[in-house]
């Protein structure tokens, strides 16, 4: 069974950055495609940004142009990682990584909940001056 955990979050000024990791359980990771989601309290959870299992990538817009998702570590250490820079107070949330056996050949609109059947545990990101 495939399980992911989360880290690298923490507490970051405005502007800051941090770095998330997600890591697999199974070799067989490089074959699926990761996601990463966030839910801020009292809001619904979002897709954030996406990598497929043949390097295709969705990024939600706010985050376009700040956030990049990476797949370099699969083939060594199961990782995938999101790097978040120029943090904002509305990025605050739990992120989640996910799994999804559904390898696009582009993300045409936004991630499907629905299409992801592995999660990890969340990572608090806190953005606070």
């Known amino acids: 069974q495939l399980q992911l955990v989360e880290t690298g979050g923490g507490l970051v000024q405005p502007g800051g950055s941090l770095r998330l990791s997600c890591r697999a359980s199974?070799?067989?990771?490089?074959?699926?495609?990761i996601g990463w989601f966030r839910q801020a309290p009292g809001k619904e959870r979002e897709g954030v940004s996406c990598?497929?299992?043949?390097?295709?990538?969705?990024?939600a817009d706010s985050v376009k142009g700040r956030f990049t998702i990476s797949r370099d570590n699969i083939e060594t250490d199961n990782t995938v990682t999101l790097q978040m820079n120029s943090l904002e107070p509305e990025d605050t949330a739990v992120y989640y990584c996910?799994?999804?056996?559904?390898?696009?050949?582009?993300?045409?609109?936004?991630?499907?909940?629905?299409?992801?059947?592995?999660w990890g545990q969340g990572t608090q990101v806190t953005v606070s001056s």
């Open positions: 990598i497929s299992s043949r390097g295709v990538t969705y990024y």
């Open positions: 996910a799994a999804s056996q559904w390898s696009p050949d582009n993300y045409s609109g936004d991630l499907n909940i629905a299409d992801f059947g592995s």
């Open positions: 199974v070799y067989s990771v490089k074959y699926y495609s």
